[in-house]
């Protein structure tokens, strides 16, 4: 039996970080016994375990306990786990560490800057080390962006250190360990940078160079004698203009070593405390994946460039040896037009990076920047060696746990791309688009694609942060949650996308079952669904979320046209069903807390409901808003007087869509989950194996490596169809990778953090097999399936210690397991080779030659009639047909034979 995944907080050995609480969590793996049976945490001040301070055992819960124990500033923490099992096992953790910051420890630094004529200072202090050196901490903030360097080795792995930051509330300051890189005599340099604090970030043109640059440090040592000594920013310190002239997170970066070290040096400034100081709690964020080129192009307009054959976000490090005196500048893109490089859909993002060389050998990168990209342009000198440059993907740490691999390429292709939508899109704060004037934390997205996140990705310290600067944010707006962060609108809010504050906490405690967390965001919650109500009660108080500006189903092709922003669904029905779903989550959050408040916000549930049920529903049952995203809804929240009704009404208006999808970031994103949970698992595969527009296969056949803006965002000639709203890499439509976790693998929790699950996986010829890890909160489920050669389905399932799932194989009677792994071989009477059937569309029938002789040979009016332009006919099907086959003067039975021979093509 092994511990592992021990984390706290859900972080690694978390250093310096702001711990509002201390939540420890663990997993068992390789064990033989189902459950635990008693367990143990220690905390001591040694790492030998010698010095213990606290302990606990019993009741112990592997999704969070807490260690209550007062903390001490500069203190690093041990701790170990130990767990029994019902089988006799025992096990113990690794000795683990957490060590705190300063706390309440007042600082002794000052704040210095330049003066105001001056940017992208690089400060200077040296000094002398005399004595043996025990440990060394750094406590360190640089607005807007900081590198900092002891004896020209950079201090930690974080780039773009101090990450973004609640600007109007305060700046994190960031804690690294520096015993190592002391000697006898010490150069300490720190390297400024304008980032999102300072240069141009946000829609429009906004710029913020009235916040000064700033910087504020501590170098505390801890000698072996025993002593102490602080080294600290002051006037000592000195600063010059560095290599540095241009940085902007949309712009890029410019390096010029022409004549750099000739800047004179010039005393720092002491300037006001620009803001308040708090220990991190942004992730690490860092390179977390290196990529070579995969090809270097020389283009028709005669250009260099470097395709990484990946589309996502970072930067590009170069080292090749660049002659003094020569220019070098990159240039990104995401896609190629014509085969030449192109980035006019990046609007006004020069996404640039340019170094003018010294000649001195070094790794060239940019420091204070990231950059959106597939291509490269190199330009400046011919020779470019391609092995010399590689790509490095930025992101949050973050642990993936999903993992999926089925039968079928393209549908492994479009898992990566929902992957790699989030991993260029979590870089400190979940962003709408990593390349263009724009990378903001827009709510609305983050809200649609956070529980498919949660399958990707261990996203609970990344959406603590997230979650915490939207509080901050929404305190300073009375309650109001913003549509982006950082916010340059107060004040302005909307439905779905301000419902993020109740929806991603929600998917929070659904994932990782933390009721600590759960409390932390209960206010968010709570204060959000309170500011819609108050406003809905200055009106007269229908209950109904129908007032403001929406979004609505942002991107739908029902507009008024396919690039319409604007969809079809009524905003007032969509906005009051997710007001009715916050409110509801509420009700949720404070039962699960023990809170009063439940029935009162039960009630104001209950109350939307019927606000919505009279306003939007006839009184026989039928919706009134008869659209794809209507239905859509209205089954996800479970809102309807008959649900029949709202099923045939679903159907009724997708065969009058032609069975296209219609929906924007509300439908869209939720359309096959929904199908597959109400009985229409067979239309959510036909969606999603679409390969023509609008589906997620079309994307991947035009070689996308991420998931686009738009449906048609590349038209089917390569071109891309516009320049004003069109990301390449923009993960909202990445959600339907939630249907291959939840329904075609079959996971899903009924207990908060998976401690209880189904697996009740959906089998699917074109997909061929399914193998599928999630590695959750609470341990690994494996759902596995294979349709054999004859027909049988074989399934292997695993169910991690301490849990259990009610598993549900086709046509079998579920059954409740506990932890252990399983196989199942069964046959079904429906036969799952079966690619076709009566309901199957002549689109996909006449793309196969056997299905083609059957329709030849039974009904070929239908073969050679239908008019292969016409999009409503070639979504007709056999049956449509049969109910007129008097038409076809042909005789029903030719139907059915048709039908017979066409359901026994098989895989």
């Known amino acids: 039996m092994e511990i592992y995944a021990v984390k706290i907080n859900g972080l690694d050995h978390p250093m310096g ?304 040896p660049i002659p003094q005196g020569i220019t070098m500048t990159l240039e990104f893109g995401e896609i190629l037009q014509e085969g030449n490089f192109y980035h006019e859909n990046y609007r006004h993002a020069e996404s640039r990076f340019t170094y003018v060389s010294d000649g001195v050998p070094r790794e060239i990168r940019p420091r204070f920047t990231f950059f959106g990209f597939r291509y490269v342009k190199v330009s400046g000198f011919e020779q470019v060696d391609a092995s010399c440059f590689e790509g490095r993907a930025i992101y949050s740490e973050m642990d993936q746990i999903g993992f999926i691999k089925t039968g079928n390429p393209k549908i492994n292709q479009l898992f990566s791309n929902s992957l790699w939508g989030l991993k260029s899109n979590f870089v400190d704060m979940p962003t709408d688009c990593p390349q263009r004037d724009e990378r903001l934390g827009w709510t609305g997205d983050a809200q649609v694609f956070c529980t498919t996140a949660g399958y990707h990705m261990d996203t609970r310290a990344f959406y603590h942060k997230f979650l915490r600067d939207l509080r901050s944010d929404q305190k300073r707006n009375h309650g109001g949650a913003a549509i982006y962060l950082p916010n340059a609108f107060p004040g302005l809010t909307a439905g779905i996308w301000s419902d993020v504050a109740a929806f991603m906490p929600k998917m929070l405690y659904d994932y990782y079952g933390s009721k600590e967390e759960l409390a932390v965001n209960y206010p968010l919650m709570k204060d959000w669904v309170d500011y819609v109500y108050r406003q809905d009660c200055s009106r007269g108080k229908k209950n109904l979320y129908d007032f403001g500006f929406q979004f609505g189903d942002w991107l739908a092709l029902d507009g008024a046209t396919e690039q319409s922003t604007f969809g079809r669904t009524d905003n007032g029905y969509v906005c009051s069903m997710y007001y009715w779903a916050s409110t509801r989550y509420v009700a949720d959050a404070a039962e699960a807390l023990g809170l009063a408040e439940v029935s009162e916000y039960a009630d104001r549930a209950e109350d939307i409901k019927e606000a919505i049920l009279s306003e939007y529903f006839t009184s026989s049952g039928r919706l009134a808003v008869d659209t794809q995203t209507g239905y859509l809804v209205a089954l996800k929240f479970g809102i309807y007087k008959d649900k029949q009704k709202v099923i045939d009404g679903l159907k009724n208006r997708m065969k009058q869509d032609l069975n296209r999808l219609k929906g924007g970031f509300v439908g869209s994103t939720m359309m096959n989950c929904v199908l597959a949970e109400n009985g229409m698992v067979d239309k959510a595969y036909d969606l999603l194996l679409y390969e023509g527009f609008p589906g997620w296969l079309y994307a991947v056949n035009l070689g996308a490596t991420t998931i686009w803006e738009r449906w048609n965002s590349v038209l089917p000639d390569g071109t891309i169809s516009g320049t004003q709203m069109n990301s390449l890499n923009h993960y909202s439509y990445g959600s339907v990778v939630e249907f291959l976790y939840r329904y075609a693998a079959g996971i899903v929790p009924t207990a908060p953090g998976f401690k209880k699950a189904r697996i009740a996986p959906c089998p699917e010829i074109r997909l061929g097999h399914m193998e599928c890890s999630y590695d959750s909160v609470s341990g690994k489920y494996v759902s596995n399936w294979r349709i054999e050669d004859d027909g049988s389905l074989s399934f292997y399932i695993e169910i991690p210690f301490g849990c259990e799932a009610e598993v549900i194989l086709p046509e079998q009677e579920s059954k409740i397991l506990e932890a252990g792994s399983y196989d199942f071989h069964i046959r079904t009477d429906k036969d799952y080779r079966a690619l076709y059937s009566a309901d199957t569309p002549y689109e996909r029938l006449f793309a196969d030659e056997r299905a083609v002789e059957i329709l030849k040979k039974y009904v070929p009016e239908i073969y050679y009639g239908t008019n292969r332009e016409d999009q409503e006919a070639m979504n007709k099907c056999l049956n449509d047909s049969k109910t007129r086959a008097a038409l076809f003067r042909n005789p029903t039975e030719s139907f059915d034979r048709a039908i017979g021979e066409i359901r026994a093509i098989r895989a």
Request: aromatic residues 14%; negative net charge; hydrophobic residues 35%.
């Open 17 to 320: 970080f702001d711990f509002e609480h201390l939540l420890c969590s663990w997993k068992v793996r390789n064990n033989k016994g189902k459950k635990q049976t008693q367990a143990k945490i220690q905390v001591a001040k040694d790492e030998k375990m010698s010095e213990v301070i606290w302990e606990k055992e019993g009741g112990l819960d592997s999704l969070g306990t807490v260690l209550e124990f007062s903390m001490r500033p500069y203190t690093r923490y041990y701790y170990q786990i130990t767990v029994h099992s019902d089988a006799g096992e025992e096990s113990k953790s690794e000795v683990l560490y957490f060590e705190t910051a300063k706390l309440e420890e007042p600082w002794t630094a000052k704040w210095i800057g330049v003066r105001r004529e001056d940017t992208h200072p690089e400060f200077r202090r040296d000094f002398s080390i005399t004595k043996e050196v025990k440990s060394a901490r750094l406590y360190i903030c640089g607005l807007g962006i900081f590198e900092t360097y002891l004896g020209g080795k950079k201090v930690g792995n974080d780039l773009l250190a101090p990450f973004i930051n609640d600007y109007e509330e305060h700046y994190q300051y960031c804690t690294y360990d520096v015993t190592e890189l002391l000697d006898t005599e010490n150069e300490w340099m720190v390297l400024l940078g304008d980032g999102w604090y300072r240069g141009h970030f946000g829609l429009g043109e906004p710029t913020h160079y009235e916040r000064p640059l700033a910087l504020i440090a501590e170098l505390h040592i801890w000698y072996a004698d025993g002593t102490t000594e602080t080294i600290c920013t002051d006037e000592s310190w000195q600063y010059r203009k560095s290599f540095t002239t241009l940085s902007d997170i949309y712009n890029g970066e410019t390096q010029d070593y022409g004549n750099w070290q000739a800047e004179s040096w010039k005393e720092s400034v002491l300037i006001k405390a620009p803001g308040k100081l708090c220990a991190r709690y942004s992730s690490a964020l860092h390179d977390m994946e290196h990529l070579p080129v995969k090809e270097v192009i020389h283009t028709p307009a005669g250009e260099t460039v470097l395709d990484f054959g990946q589309n996502f976000a970072g930067h590009v490090v170069c080292t090749q």
